[in-house]
């Protein structure tokens, strides 16, 4: 989402940059709509690993239609990708998601010899404190994460409304279609 609002950005001037950014929110409210129910009907219909193959023709087509109807943009500054943060934040995230993900698989206790998944999400706990470190050493340079953008008081209070709206709606949504399909046995499909 970042990225397609960065390129409506860039490539709509200022006096057609809403309606470019009403198409992308009536896109973003039919997905989010269409894109439970095509995944239900997938899941009846084939399998729950359909669901990965349909992500396979629309990335095809979407990076088409993106070279064919995307300028070519030139930016007059060069940029560098912080290799560093992108590293560690994969790691701490890695370390993090897996735990949380796996651990009842593992009983919160161990998965091979001395790994174990408290200390899997606790290195990826370190992990993200040493992003952190690195980013804030970095702030001179082109950080992953410039600190200063939460500076802004609305930027950041903002930025941490969505976020807790997200992890209650995946917490919500998520266990909610578990306790459907689980416990009250319907299929990907049914409506209540």
Known sequence: MPQTLAILTMVFPPERR????GVWSAVGGVATIAGPTMGGL????????????VNLPIGVA???LAVAL????????KHRLDLAGVALASAALLGIC???????????????????????IG????????????????????????????R???????????????????????????YLQSVLGFSALRRA
Do not use: C, K
């Open 42 to 53: 997938l899941v009846a219909a084939f399998d729950w690993r359909s669901i990965f193959f």
């Open 152 to 178: 802004d008081r609305n930027y950041t209070l903002m930025n941490w409304v969505a976020g807790t709206v997200m992890i209650g709606m995946l917490g919500v949504f998520l266990t909610f279609t578990i």
């Open 98 to 120: 897996y735990g949380l993900v796996e651990g009842q698989r593992y009983h919160w206790g161990t998965v091979r010899s001395f790994l174990s998944i408290p200390l899997v």
């Open 70 to 77: 995307i300028p070519e943009l030139h930016v007059r500054r």
């Open 62 to 64: 979407v990076i088409a």
């Open 18 to 21: 809403g309606a470019a950014l």
């Open 123 to 150: 290195a990826g706990g370190v992990l993200l404190g040493v992003f952190l470190l690195v980013q804030a050493i970095r702030q001179d340079r082109e950080p992953l994460i410039p600190f200063a953008l939460f």
